[in-house]
């Protein structure tokens, strides 16, 4: 006899009244007994079902983890769409497309007029200036090879656009208007450009030289809130830029206005008036979108993407039971068959497999709930995020892993339920 079989008390099954054998009744398990045998088999394998039950807590922890961290990520993202968004008005100059409007629509004091009016914080001008085949930025007169940075574009911008974009410098500062109006030949660059073209200070006055024209660098770009491309730019004043290459030729100027809180939808109905009271037709104005569309959109994405995720979790760990499971039932094929002579029907060797993976499932989710929790709370404490876990998660995820395990010891318990007592107890 096994160690497995050696425990068997044959007292458990009791006789039925339709017991097959002559004198005795049909045997019953009582529930209490399939508990205790469920436990019992638990507890005789204890490396193999602490393996078995790390898939559920893998499964649920993830499943817990993700949800958490989507709530979370969630709320930061809403607070980002409130603060940078929801204060951003975007301004395009659509008057080249008239023969009779000027080339660029923009008047000269254009960021003065927009942040007169009421809730408005900022606003800067700008655009991408096309350079010519042979106008790559340098860092060396035109005729050297030295440090020839051909990918770097630049931008054209009123003083205003620093503000706007809410720009932060490493080194020097930001052109202004004695530059725009004197039409100073100065520029600022960002910090990865800077590293290219190998300007590391500016205290030896250096200069980017773009074409034939020779720009002194007042300052290099920390970071910028707004308008990220103008880290990789080269930006000079809109006054040199008009003189030097002309107006702009693709897309034409564009105006960033940075708005107080709220202000932003009144801001759009008024700047086209304020910038060109005469011809407000030469602008197009974007306000931002709806933020309450525009938050439930991106959170019903990222609800979903991340249920589905969290669902794979949980699959694989019931696909480790489910595998975990059917080896024990091949191991375990003369207990079972020594069960069966003894009286006990397919259904209890089904209940007592059942019994077993859903309590593994049910421990497996308890601990994979806890092992969530406490990643979401790690997570946020790190980000210096406020945690967001849904109760009604956290009252499912222990179900969840007993359905798991419910489901994954269905086909080993059936499987079990079939093995015939003489064939098994051959083997």
């Given at each position: 006899?096994?160690?497995?079989?050696?425990?068997?008390?044959?007292?458990?099954?009791?006789?039925?009244?339709?017991?097959?054998?002559?004198?005795?009744?049909?045997?019953?398990?009582?529930?209490?007994?399939?508990?205790?045998?469920?436990?019992?088999?638990?507890?005789?394998?204890?490396?193999?079902?602490?393996?078995?039950?790390?898939?559920?807590?893998?499964?649920?922890?993830?499943?817990?983890?993700?949800?958490?961290?989507?709530?979370?990520?969630?709320?930061?993202?809403?607070?980002?769409?409130?603060?940078?968004?929801?204060?951003?008005?975007?301004?395009?100059?659509?008057?080249?497309?008239?023969?009779?409007?000027?080339?660029?629509?923009?008047?000269?004091?254009?960021?003065?007029?927009?942040?007169?009016?009421?809730?408005?914080?900022?606003?800067?001008?700008?655009?991408?200036?096309?350079?010519?085949?042979?106008?790559?930025?340098?860092?060396?007169?035109?005729?050297?090879?030295?440090?020839?940075?051909?990918?770097?574009?630049?931008?054209?911008?009123?003083?205003?656009?620093?503000?706007?974009?809410?720009?932060?410098?490493?080194?020097?500062?930001?052109?202004?208007?004695?530059?725009?109006?004197?039409?100073?030949?100065?520029?600022?660059i960002g910090e990865g450009t800077a590293r290219r073209l190998g300007i590391?200070?500016?205290?030896?006055?250096?200069?980017?030289?773009?074409?034939?024209?020779?720009?002194?660098?007042?300052?290099?770009?920390?970071?910028?809130?707004?308008?990220?491309?103008?880290?990789?730019?080269?930006?000079?004043?809109?006054?040199?830029?008009?003189?030097?290459?002309?107006?702009?030729?693709?897309?034409?100027?564009?105006?960033?206005?940075?708005?107080?809180?709220?202000?932003?939808?009144?801001?759009?109905?008024?700047?086209?008036?304020?910038?060109?009271?005469?011809?407000?037709?030469?602008?197009?104005?974007?306000?931002?979108?709806?933020?309450?569309?525009?938050?439930?959109?991106?959170?019903?994405?990222?609800?979903?993407?991340?249920?589905?995720?969290?669902?794979?979790?949980?699959?694989?760990?019931?696909?480790?039971?489910?595998?975990?499971?059917?080896?024990?039932?091949?191991?375990?094929?003369?207990?079972?068959?020594?069960?069966?002579?003894?009286?006990?029907?397919?259904?209890?060797?089904?209940?007592?497999?059942?019994?077993?993976?859903?309590?593994?499932?049910?421990?497996?989710?308890?601990?994979?709930?806890?092992?969530?929790?406490?990643?979401?709370?790690?997570?946020?404490?790190?980000?210096?995020?406020?945690?967001?876990?849904?109760?009604?998660?956290?009252?499912?995820?222990?179900?969840?892993?007993?359905?798991?395990?419910?489901?994954?010891?269905?086909?080993?318990?059936?499987?079990?339920?079939?093995?015939?007592?003489?064939?098994?107890?051959?083997?």
């Amino acid at each position: 006899m096994t160690k497995s079989t050696s425990r068997l008390t044959p007292g458990r099954f009791h006789p039925g009244p339709g017991a097959s054998c002559p004198g005795q009744g049909r045997s019953r398990l009582a529930v209490r007994d399939l508990f205790s045998e469920a436990v019992a088999g638990i507890l005789q394998r204890p490396a193999r079902s602490v393996l078995t039950a790390l898939g559920t807590v893998l499964g649920v922890g993830a499943f817990i983890s993700v949800l958490g961290l989507t709530g979370t990520a969630a709320s930061q993202i809403d607070a980002r769409f409130n603060l940078l968004t929801a204060t951003e008005v975007d301004v395009t100059d659509v008057g080249p497309r008239n023969a009779a409007a000027p080339e660029v629509a923009f008047p000269d004091d254009a960021d003065a007029r927009i942040t007169r009016l009421n809730g408005a914080l900022a606003a800067g001008v700008y655009w991408d200036v096309r350079l010519g085949p042979e106008e790559a930025v340098r860092a060396a007169p035109a005729g050297t090879a030295d440090r020839v940075d051909s990918g770097t574009q630049v931008v054209a911008a009123s003083p205003g656009i620093w503000s706007a974009t809410d720009a932060r410098f490493v080194q020097g500062r930001a052109f202004d208007g004695f530059h725009e109006s004197r039409r100073q030949a100065v520029a600022v660059i960002g910090e990865g450009t800077a590293r290219r073209l190998g300007i590391t200070t500016l205290r030896t006055h250096p200069a980017v030289f773009i074409g034939g024209t020779a720009f002194t660098v007042i300052g290099i770009l920390e970071d910028v809130e707004r308008k990220p491309e103008l880290l990789l730019s080269v930006t000079v004043p809109r006054s040199v830029a008009e003189r030097t290459w002309g107006a702009p030729a693709d897309e034409g100027a564009r105006m960033l206005i940075a708005t107080r809180l709220g202000a932003a939808g009144q801001l759009a109905h008024e700047a086209a008036v304020a910038l060109r009271p005469e011809h407000p037709e030469y602008f197009k104005v974007t306000p931002p979108p709806d933020p309450r569309s525009l938050r439930g959109a991106v959170g019903d994405d990222l609800n979903q993407l991340f249920l589905l995720l969290a669902g794979v979790c949980l699959v694989v760990g019931a696909v480790g039971i489910a595998n975990t499971t059917l080896v024990a039932v091949m191991e375990r094929t003369g207990e079972i068959g020594l069960r069966r002579a003894l009286g006990a029907r397919g259904i209890h060797i089904t209940l007592q497999f059942l019994a077993e993976s859903a309590a593994l499932g049910l421990v497996g989710g308890l601990v994979g709930t806890s092992v969530g929790t406490v990643v979401v709370v790690s997570v946020s404490a790190a980000r210096q995020w406020t945690p967001v876990l849904d109760p009604t998660a956290l009252a499912l995820a222990p179900a969840l892993g007993l359905a798991a395990g419910l489901l994954a010891g269905l086909y080993p318990a059936w499987r079990a339920s079939r093995i015939p007592p003489v064939e098994a107890l051959r083997r």
